[in-house]
């Protein structure tokens, strides 16, 4: 994007109001982390781990100058806690650190498709959690079996290297984060610093071992149908009027020839998140795209925008329909049931130790 047109969708960001019936919790709570998190006298790192799209996880160990002793060591390297104040226990505050080093960052790294990596780490979150399977409880958030080359080699996870490694810095910043509520925790950032609604968030994900990989076939696809919508979610647990909320994303980025082989953004502003997804797919005339590439539709009007299969599928669909009609007309719905339904989805299959949620501040709050 231009530098003058990114200027304008940040002028843009800061005078939208960001919807929130949320109240943020009290800040003193403190969360215990995970079992194998570094709360306990040892923390387990991963040093090498498998992957065609690998660097990204054993950025943090090289940056506390511990690569050669990883690699060294083999597949694993146990550091022992010696802190004499103890194990380190993470407040909302020091959550509250994690969001702004990456809203920092968002902010500052623009040289990136339309100007914001924002989109792409929102899709990392959503398929780290949307490989759940409520009958088995595998799958899901907890574990960032992504990390891993079974999982990070899945077609549908094709170009998410690019949002796992944009989150190392973070990682070596605030080692005491594991890797799956780091993923979670960019997905809610970028939706709230791209101008979405503010998404209650909670820690407690553990990051797994590579048997806890989750097998190919479990993501959509979008050169399917409604049913094919239906299966895959429903799997997830989630009802019609969820799976509209949460497809409306699409609001944000684009598709990329050399990832999914689809092309082009859904809107005219793929750096904010909106509900012009749902306006354009109701009011737009689509017509199939001439090209010498898989399916999928452009707009009639400018044939610069794109719906996949998948998103016409919402429209052809009449109880999908009923939805995306709702959320074209009265942004605000979509937001509050986007917050809802997204929030949910990244808390899929994760055995929490506490209720308590956090509402981040954004970068652009008083
Ligand atoms: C039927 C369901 C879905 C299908 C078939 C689907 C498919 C796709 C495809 C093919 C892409 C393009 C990937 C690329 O070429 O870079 C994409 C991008 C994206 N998807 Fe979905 N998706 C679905 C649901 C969702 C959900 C539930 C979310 C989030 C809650 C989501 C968020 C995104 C975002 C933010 C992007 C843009 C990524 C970027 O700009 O790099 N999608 N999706």
Partial sequence: MASAARTASRAFLRSTPATSSFRPAARSTRFAIPANGVRASARRGYASEAGSEKSSSSFGLWALGLGALGAAGGAYLYLNDSSPKGPFVPTQADYQKVYDAIASRLADETDYDDGSYGPVLVRLSWHASGTYDKETGTGGSNGATMRFAPEAD?????????????????????????YS????????????????????WRPGREDME?????????????????????????????????????????????????????????????????????????????????????????????????????????????????????????????????????????????????????????SDSE
């Fill in 154 to 178: 899945h077609g549908a996870n094709a170009g998410l290297k690019v949002a796992r490694d944009f989150l190392e810095p973070i990682k070596a910043q605030f080692p005491w984060i594991s």
């Fill in 181 to 200: 509520d780091l993923w979670t925790l960019g997905g809610i950032c970028s939706i709230q610093e791209l101008g979405g609604p503010k998404i209650p």
């Fill in 210 to 362: 590579i048997a806890a990989c989750t097998p190919d076939g479990r993501l959509p696809d979008g050169a399917k149908d409604q049913r094919h919508i239906r299966n895959i979610f429903g799997r997830m647990g989630f009802d019609d009027r969820e799976m509209v909320a949460l497809i409306g994303a699409h609001a944000l980025g684009r598709c990329h020839t050399d990832r999914s082989g689809f092309d082009g953004p859904w809107d005219f502003s793929p750096t904010v998140f909106s509900n012009e997804f749902f306006r354009l797919l109701a009011d737009e005339k689509w017509i199939p795209k001439k090209w010498n590439g898989p399916a999928q539709y452009t707009d009639k009007t400018t044939g610069t925008l794109m719906m996949l299969p998948t998103d016409m599928a919402l429209v052809k669909d009449k109880a999908f329909k009923k939805h995306v009609e709702r959320y074209a007309k009265d942004s605000d719905v979509f937001f509050k049931e986007f917050s809802d339904v997204y929030a949910k989805l990244l808390e899929l299959g994760v055995p929490f130790k506490t209720e308590e949620h956090i509402v981040f501040k954004t």
